[in-house]
């Protein structure tokens, strides 16, 4: 309880350093202020942690693998839905992603009442073989704080973007700053005054003639414009071109940019090309070899946080990918869905975006009678004959 009432004093604005965003601390070039200038770099976390974010939280008992109506997993869901009085949901399970491909460890702490992700916080093994998490130098209670990694060759640190791409992303990053400044300066870097004499500070006519000829220089501030500077004899101007090769960059951004998607775990090339042809192909593509996992290492540790370990409830991300197919598609799943008895017309109603009928009808199993097996056949269409089941 000590701990706790502690706990409850670093929430004030003078002690709220666990929480604050700086996590992404990393070096020169990448840090937490220019990590996501680069496009691509954005555009992968965005398309993965978007995913993430418009899921549904949902907890399933172990044993029936339906929807559970314990009073702890109602109360999980309300935490889980608004975590704290800074993030909403969407907020929460998004920064969760991003941090964990970044740095790919994250720690959520939760003290019964609301959900944080701690910043500098640190884990060690223990003799015992248990995890010790500090956070400034103060010993969070394990039953508190879940130390979620994105696991590669080590048993207590997770690897991410920042430590494995490091080196691609510093080069990506570079590459399109330098470019970016190329052109914002118009695309040349300075002029060069070249004159056929030596230099004099104390030849006042020269230095007068050198000084109108660079405020003529300095004084072209729209790019679009032209402008005559007549010289005399033995000067000359030339114009200096950018040491940044364009060719290079974009073929140098070509080849690595792609490679940024692959230490997410998903080939950018592949999903475009299935983008073109089938977005369903696309977002499967997606789902299974970069969302899956994620979500399966999400919901066990946040499962161990909310209801310890041997409950049997879980806690599920339920991710609906036929939000990523069309009308058409939808109806046509839908009623082979009815038509087999896995849906009832109710379920296909709210599949395709109707409401619920809510009617005794609307709520029933049908099945056609062409699945109905041959050794059955010629008594099902004896009963059709004389009437057959009202239920169809």
Known sequence: MGFIRN???????????????????????????????????????????????????????????????????????RILNCP?????????????????????????????????????????????????????????????????????LSHLEGVGLLELAKET??????????????????????????????????????????????????????????????????Y?????????????????LNIYKKDLGKFFGMDKDLLDKLEEKDMEQAMMKLYTSCLQPIFRNIEEHLTILFFGKDSGLRLKFRHNLLNFVGMKTKTEIAYNLVRTSIAVPDDAREMIGF????TKESSKLYISKDLVGLDRLEDVLKSSLKGGDEDG
């Open 7 to 77: 706990l409850a004093g670093r929430f004030s604005k003078r002690s709220f350093n666990w929480f604050q965003n700086s996590y992404f601390n990393y070096g020169a070039f990448v840090n937490d202020d220019n990590i996501l200038k680069s496009s691509d770099t954005y555009n992968l976390m965005k398309l993965i942690s978007d995913q993430v974010a418009l899921t549904d939280f949902v907890v399933e008992d172990g044993t029936t693998g339906r929807d559970s109506k314990d009073p702890r997993a109602l109360q999980a869901l």
């Open 84 to 152: 704290n009085d800074y993030l909403t949901g969407f907020e929460f399970k998004k920064l969760l992603t991003n941090v964990y491909l970044l740095r790919g460890d994250v720690y959520v702490f939760y003290d019964q009442s609301q959900l944080h992700i701690l910043n500098n916080a640190y884990s060690e093994m223990t003799a015992a073989g248990t995890e010790k998490i500090t956070v400034s130098g103060e010993v969070v209670p394990s039953y508190m704080v879940r130390h979620i990694k994105n696991i590669g």
């Open 169 to 234: 992303l510093e080069g990506v990053m570079n590459a399109e700053k330098a470019l970016t400044e190329k052109y914002k300066k118009g695309g040349l870097m300075a002029f060069l005054l070249k004159l056929e004499t030596h230099l004099s500070p104390t030849n006042t006519n020269q230095t007068k003639t050198v000084k109108a000829i660079l405020d003529q220089l300095e004084g072209i501030k729209d790019s679009g414009k032209t402008k005559l500077i007549p010289l005399g004899r033995g």
């Open 236 to 252: 000359e101007i030339e114009a200096l071109e950018s040491p940044v090769d364009d060719e290079k960059t974009l073929k140098y």
């Open 355 to 358: 409401p619920r009928l809510n």
